[in-house]
Nanobody, 123 residues
Framework: VQLQASGGGLAQPGGSLRLSCVAS????????IGWFRQAPGKEREGVSC????????HYADSVKGRFTISRDNAKNTVYLQMNSLKPEDTALYSC?????????????????WGKGTQVTVSS
């Protein structure tokens, strides 16, 4: 039972990356999912989250208008499309199930927390 984030890499400022969060050993359908990131020397930050029904999504102010979260329950996968990347987006990105549905805001991580993928934005 695990989550695995992938899709990170090196991107230039203004570029794009799409991260994937794939579940194995369990079904994502019943879970709200969040993306988190942590840069060296900084605290972990919630980036975005999506409800289990794909009807509610929230974004941190720092990424609003640039990042889009989506899910494909048939593929047991949640995505994070990142556009207009900035150097300050550089971090280790991880995905996790959330402890509750994000009716008003993204809650903290719950039972399952995936190994992250590194995103580096640099020219």
């Amino acid at each position: 039972v695990q989550l695995q984030a992938s899709g990170g890499g090196l991107a230039q400022p203004g570029g794009s990356l799409r991260l994937s969060c794939v579940a194995s050993g369990f079904t994502l359908d019943n879970y709200a999912i969040g993306w988190f990131r942590q840069a060296p020397g900084k605290e972990r930050e919630g980036v975005s989250c999506i409800s289990s029904t794909d009807t509610i999504a929230h974004y941190a102010d720092s990424v609003k208008g640039r990042f889009t979260i989506s899910r494909d329950n048939a593929k047991n996968t949640v995505y994070l499309q990142m556009n207009s990347l900035k150097p300050e987006d550089t971090a280790l990105y991880s995905c996790a199930t959330l402890i509750r549905e994000p009716y008003l805001y993204c809650s903290g991580p719950g039972d399952y927390w995936g190994k992250g993928t590194q995103v580096t934005v640099s020219s």
